[in-house]
């Protein structure tokens, strides 16, 4: 008979099977309470989450766009400051656009050329320089006068002074040169600032537009490594608020300062204008009324040389006729003493003291009395014709003199026509006074060669 082989097995009791259906069950139970508990609560997570990822989303693309209008409006900001800068650097350098760097948002567009201050200045002290160019030649042709004309007349005063007026023009122009190159130095040093607070505003507001322009679907997006770290060099909104705030500030003041220092220059260059031209007026005033006065000189003094010359001539004519009266007296004595000389030979009685002796006797004496007269008036009269001839050398000499003189001052007045005469339409005036001088004087020569 066949036996039934049992393997042998662990056996489990029925309670033990139910237990474990119930437990399944339970755990069953309890692991899909769970799970929806957990559905339920990712629900809630998902909805919460995806609202606050989109409110945040659009609150920082708010809070982008407000800063890119913020860094915007700063721009504008110092996009206007620019070009006033520039337009004030314009106003005090002395060439339009100077100071502007490639690229600049207020580049080109010049500033109206009269109103360069420094260029302006610059070209009135460079002009000084012909002014005290012809004063000093006009000292240095005045210094060709020759004996009495070495005077320190009011001319010559005036010349110093005029010397001395530019001097102290060119140094106020000087002065106001170098702070004007001074201001332009600030002026740039701001400007620099300015730029460079503007070009990183610039790039700032790339970075942000850029940074605006993302959205999810965005193919250049991806994870950072530590993208929260907060970057060295980092500013507080305050602190870059202040910074761009106390650059348009100190770019304002420099503006406000250079504008005040161009109307100071402005007011320096009238003034030196005014102060030169009046002293121009009033060295030629005093040239104009030292010519009349030695024109009046020298019209006496060639009255005196023509009164002079013709008492030499009369003189001249009356030491002749004294000559001819005393030759003609001579031969009259010589007849009285031939007449005494031949009666000292009547004979005997004949030889008396008659009326005839007497007579020839007085007759002899008168004629000496006569000559010795004569001769003493010829003598007086040629020691006046020498003094005569001795003063009217000194008058010529003296004439000489003068006419030296007024042609210098002549040339002086027309080197002077150098600075109310633009250099290109300059020409000196003919030498008429030298001219005619030498004619006048020529006759007067020869005819004291003539007379002598």
């Known amino acids: 008979m066949a036996t039934l082989s049992v393997k042998p097995s662990q056996r489990f009791r029925l309670p033990d099977w139910h237990t474990n259906s119930h437990l399944l069950s339970a755990n069953g139970e309890r692991q899909r309470d769970a799970s929806h508990q957990i559905r339920q609560e990712a629900r809630v997570l998902r909805n919460e989450t995806n609202n606050q990822t989109i409110w945040d989303e659009h609150d920082n693309r708010t809070r982008l766009a407000e800063r890119v209008a913020t860094v915007n409006r700063w721009k504008e900001m110092l996009d206007k400051c620019l070009t006033d800068l520039d337009a004030e650097i314009d106003a005090l350098t002395q060439a339009g656009g100077q100071g502007r760097m490639p690229g600049d948002p207020a580049a080109g567009t010049p500033h109206p050329p009269h109103f360069r201050m420094k260029e302006s200045a610059e070209q009135n002290l460079q002009a000084k320089n012909l002014a005290l160019d012809v004063a000093i030649e006009c000292l240095t042709l005045r210094d060709s006068r020759r004996d009495i004309d070495v005077v320190k007349d009011a001319a010559e005063k005036e010349l110093h002074k005029e010397v001395e007026v530019i001097e102290a023009t060119k140094k106020a122009l000087q002065q106001k040169i170098s702070q004007a190159f001074e201001k332009l130095c600030l002026l740039q040093e701001a400007r620099q600032q300015l730029h460079a607070d503007h070009r990183d505003k ?76 009046a002293q121009r007026v009033a060295t030629e005033f005093a040239f104009r009324k030292r010519l009349r006065e030695m024109e009046k000189v020298y019209s006496e003094l060639r009255w005196q040389e023509k009164n002079t010359l013709e008492e030499i001539a009369e003189l001249q004519e009356d030491i002749r006729h004294l000559e001819e009266d005393r030759r003609r007296k001579l031969q009259n004595l010589k007849l009285c003493h031939t007449r005494l000389e031949s009666r000292t030979y009547r004979p005997n009685v004949e030889l008396c003291r008659d009326q005839a002796q007497y007579g020839l006797t007085d007759e002899v004496h008168q004629l ?68 005619t001088t030498n004619r006048t004087l020529s006759p007067l020569k020869s005819c004291q060669l003539e007379l002598v």
């Open 202 to 277: 610039m790039e700032t507001l790339d970075i942000d537009r850029g940074c605006l322009s993302l959205n999810l679907k965005s193919p250049n997006i991806s994870l950072k490594v530590n993208p929260t770290r907060v970057s060295s060099g980092s500013s507080t909104l305050q602190q870059w608020d202040d910074f761009s705030q106390l650059n348009k500030n100190r770019a304002d003041a420099e503006m406000k300062a250079a504008a005040e220092l161009r109307e100071a220059i402005a007011l320096t260059i009238a003034q030196t204008n005014n102060e030169l031209e």
């Open 368 to 435: 000496e009395a006569t000559i010795t007269a004569l001769t003493q008036k010829l003598a007086q009269a040629q020691d006046t014709l020498g003094a005569l001839y001795k003063h009217l050398a000194r008058l010529q000499a003296d004439l000489d003199c003068k006419t030296n003189s007024m042609l210098l001052d002549t040339k002086c007045m027309d080197t002077r026509r150098k600075l109310t005469v633009p250099a290109e339409k300059f020409v000196p005036e003919v030498d008429t006074f030298t001219r």
